[in-house]
């Protein structure tokens, strides 16, 4: 259940490891969370763990492979993740095949750094969400996933109609209601805006900005500059004075924007969770699985998290 990133790529490694997968949503990626996301490979707003940065690492090698494909979407870049606190939290650097640390003078000048403000400079994945859910999408069908666009409201009559013999439920910030033993689910909500690019290549993060999250994130055709991080916020209406207090603090940030017109803008509720969920969940007459609760950084996990789900199940 479920056709954003985590659908998706869980339908793609268990058709791979031989299973013949039926998927159930209410929406294509193009029109849930997914669609919505910067999509830079970063673990933001999700509780880190080994597991965590493991499917992390292998969500990286296995984007870098997609990245050497021109119809995919995805590409490498480098950038820089600014540090203005002394306790940031640095263990995702085990996820990254390189990086290298900088103290502020080796920060580049344009990136107005403070007293005190470090970073971690380093290659990663993004994905142009629009052509890399076209593509995820396509190549789950070509594989000969079949789709079904309808909401399910009941697990146990999708059991009884579908008679599957596994469910996998990984319907983002919903799942916790269907499955209905879960209250550790919550969204943080996520607003950003979507500049022409300028030619612009490098990301930048700057997640304790004392204005609030900061990212600027350019890819194929557009240039994300978020955001928010609202935590139990159900909003999911654009607020014009957030999208101006995140334009001025972005083209502070990279003042090569100013200037660049508003192509699109997006908000999207972040599954967020004290811990992602990856497990058999008992009370059901066949198996069911849970795959949701990415937070920020369900790109970030996507393929690493499908691969766990796909392990779970075994081969067919
Ligand atoms: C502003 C913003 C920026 C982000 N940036 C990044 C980033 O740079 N990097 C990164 O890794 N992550 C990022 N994220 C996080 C990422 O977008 C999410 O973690 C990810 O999209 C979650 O994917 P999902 O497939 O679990 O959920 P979703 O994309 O929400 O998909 C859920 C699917 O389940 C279906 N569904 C739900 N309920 C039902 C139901 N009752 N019946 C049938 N179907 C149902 C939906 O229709 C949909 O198909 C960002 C998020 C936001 C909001």
Not at 45 to 52: F, H, K, N, P, T
Not at 266 to 279: D, F, I, K, M, W
Request: proline share 5%; charged share 20%; aromatic share 6%.
């Amino acid at each position: 259940m479920g056709a954003g990133v985590i659908g998706l790529s869980i339908a793609h490694e268990l058709t791979v490891a031989g299973h013949r997968v039926r998927i159930l949503a209410a929406q294509n990626a193009l029109s849930s969370v997914s669609a919505a996301a910067a999509a830079l490979w970063f673990p933001h707003d999700v509780a880190r763990s080994a597991q965590v940065l493991n499917s992390a690492q292998v969500t990286h090698q296995r984007l870098q492979q997609l990245a050497s494909r021109s119809d995919t979407g995805v590409r490498m870049r480098q950038g820089t993740v600014l540090m203005r606190r002394a306790d940031t939290d640095t263990s995702w650097t085990c996820a990254v095949p390189q990086y290298e640390w900088l103290d502020a003078s080796q920060l580049p000048a344009d990136l107005v750094p403070g007293t005190g403000v470090s970073g971690v400079r380093c290659t990663v994945p993004v994905a142009s969400t629009d052509v890399y859910l076209r593509w995820l999408h396509a190549a789950v069908l070509a594989l000969g996933v079949r789709m079904r666009t309808t909401e399910v409201w009941d697990l146990r009559k999708v059991l009884d109609q579908e008679n599957p013999d596994a469910l996998v439920v990984a319907a983002g910030i919903r799942s916790a209601a269907l499955l209905a033993d879960d209250d550790e689910t919550y969204p943080i909500r996520g607003q950003v805006v979507r500049l022409a690019n300028p030619g612009l290549i490098e990301w930048v993060i700057d997640n304790d900005n004392p204005g609030g999250l900061t990212y600027v994130v350019p890819r194929e055709h557009d240039v994300v500059c978020g955001g928010t991080g609202d935590r139990g916020s159900w909003d999911e209406q654009v607020d014009s004075q957030v999208e101006q207090a995140i334009l001025r603090r972005a083209l502070a940030l990279v003042p090569a924007l100013v200037g660049q017109p508003v192509l699109s803008r997006a908000v999207g509720l972040r599954p967020a969770r004290t811990s992602v969920r990856v497990e058999a969940v008992a009370g059901y007459d066949r198996p069911v699985f849970a795959c949701y609760g990415h937070g920020g950084a369900g790109f970030t996990l996507s393929w690493g998290d499908a691969t766990r789900i796909a392990g779970l199940i075994g081969p067919a």
